[in-house]
């Protein structure tokens, strides 16, 4: 199963400038395991040291917010997986 992640800009340094990468997996966290297995400095970056995701990120699934699933999310054969980085703060 293939499912393609849109690399933001934000990620984009730590992909070599990769805009899309083709991931495989049946779950948003499945992917994006095989995203960091590819890109393992963009891990800190998607990623909290207790392996749940960022506070600040809202992850996307065919353009929609895949929250409260998020990492358990099942994914499907040509699906699209975005991020979004959330402003915080005052």
């Known amino acids: 199963m293939s499912v393609r992640i849109n690399v933001p800009i934000f990620l984009?340094?730590?992909?070599?400038?990769?805009?899309?990468?083709?991931?495989?997996?049946s779950t948003i966290g499945d992917c994006l395991d095989?995203?960091?297995?590819?890109?393992?400095s963009v891990?800190?970056?998607?990623?909290?040291?207790?392996?749940?995701?960022?506070?600040h990120l809202d992850v996307y699934l065919n353009g929609k917010s895949t929250f409260p699933e998020?990492?358990?999310?099942?994914?499907?054969d040509g699906d699209?997986?975005?991020?979004l980085y959330l402003?915080?703060?005052g």
């Open 43 to 55: 891990k800190e970056r998607l990623f909290r040291k207790n392996g749940k995701l960022l506070l």
């Open 12 to 25: 984009q340094p730590f992909t070599n400038g990769l805009t899309i990468a083709e991931v495989k997996g």
């Open 70 to 76: 998020e990492l358990s999310k099942e994914v499907n």
């Open 80 to 83: 699209e997986i975005s991020f």
């Open 34 to 40: 095989h995203f960091v297995e590819q890109f393992p």
């Open 87 to 89: 402003i915080t703060g």
